[in-house]
């Protein structure tokens, strides 16, 4: 019996996925995402595009307001907001999904029920958009969505880590 108990727990052990980054990342990644966060809301609110940024980039799927439609091809565009939406997209996935430094089981189930919660959360924010928003404010709607489902999780995550540390302070 106690052989068969091992066989499991090794088999257990081979079929752990390691989908998390080293906890070392979390820290480059609010690194990044604090500024580029930052200064993409900046950058909306001003509706600021440096000069210097405006480039011929290529393109898939061309739709031009007054000309004509491509496959793929070349447009002049501002990056500024490619980039910093890059670096967004990276620096969430980089503090979301980094390992604690003492991650456990505990950890691997708020990790997950906060993932669920931060789904169920977003999509809740996009059926009401559908519902009471329109015209060009959903479409805004729609380009923040692209960065709220990381980023609700990151706030119920550390929400909830933060508890956690303050129950354990107390007992």
């Not at 496959?71 to 890059?86: A, R, S």
């Not at 996935?93 to 089981?105: G, I, M, P, R, T």
Request: proline share 2%; net charge negative.
């Amino acid at each position: 019996i106690n052989l068969f108990y091992i066989c499991m727990e090794l088999n257990y052990n081979a079929m752990k996925l390691n989908y998390l980054f080293p906890n070392k990342y979390k820290k480059i990644g609010w690194f990044i995402l604090i500024p580029s966060a930052i200064i993409g809301l900046a950058t909306l609110i001003l509706d600021y595009e440096p000069d210097f940024l405006t480039l011929n980039v290529p393109a898939i799927f061309i739709d031009e307001i007054f000309g004509d439609n491509h496959l793929v091809g070349i447009v002049n565009n501002n990056i500024l907001n490619e980039i910093l939406g890059v670096l967004i997209i990276i620096s969430s996935l980089l503090v979301a999904f980094s390992k604690e430094k003492s991650e456990d089981e505990y950890i691997s189930k708020i990790r997950l029920e906060s993932l669920v919660w931060a789904v169920y959360v977003n999509y809740f924010v996009l059926l009401v958009s559908f519902l009471f928003i329109y015209d060009l404010s959903f479409l805004w709607v729609m380009i923040f969505n692209m960065f709220t489902v990381l980023l609700f999780f990151i706030i119920r995550f550390n929400w909830q880590i933060s508890k956690l540390k303050k129950s354990a302070t107390y007992e």
